[in-house]
């Protein structure tokens, strides 16, 4: 049988050419949009089923830790809510998932090489600096 291919070499990995860096500045341009989009998605999931954000924050926090109590008891109503809106954030951050898995693809960068980039990148100051011209160029 032919011999498996050899992984890249570190090098590589540690590499990041210009044409790299500005297929990642562009998705991570695509990525702001998605994530802001998710978010006011999400904020009007919670306000459609008549929470505020303060109160949905409160019952939430006081399901995942059982000292945070809110500051009123959770009514029936409340608690039907909270699932609802619950099922709607998942379902919200689920698409959100899809639509950045798709901006990565988009710019022929894999899911694996855009997580590269992005630790070549948190730790250059220089390669941050560029990334930073490139996000904010039009």
Known sequence: PAPAPKPAPAAT???VSQ????????TIKK???INQDMENQMVQAVQK???TEQRFSEIHQSKK??????????TPKEEQSYSQAVAQLTQIQ????????????????????FNQIF????????L???LRKLIQTP
């Open 13 to 15: 990995q540690n590499q």
């Open 19 to 26: 044409e790299e860096l500005k297929k990642f500045a562009n």
């Open 31 to 33: 990525l702001l949009v």
């Open 49 to 51: 089923t008549g929470l």
């Open 65 to 74: 830790n059982p000292n945070a109590k809110p500051t009123a008891q959770v």
């Open 94 to 113: 689920k698409d959100s998932q899809t639509k950045m898995d798709q901006a990565v693809q988009s710019e022929g960068l894999g899911t694996e090489r």
């Open 119 to 126: 630790s070549v990148v948190q730790k250059s100051p220089d």
């Open 128 to 130: 941050k600096q560029e």
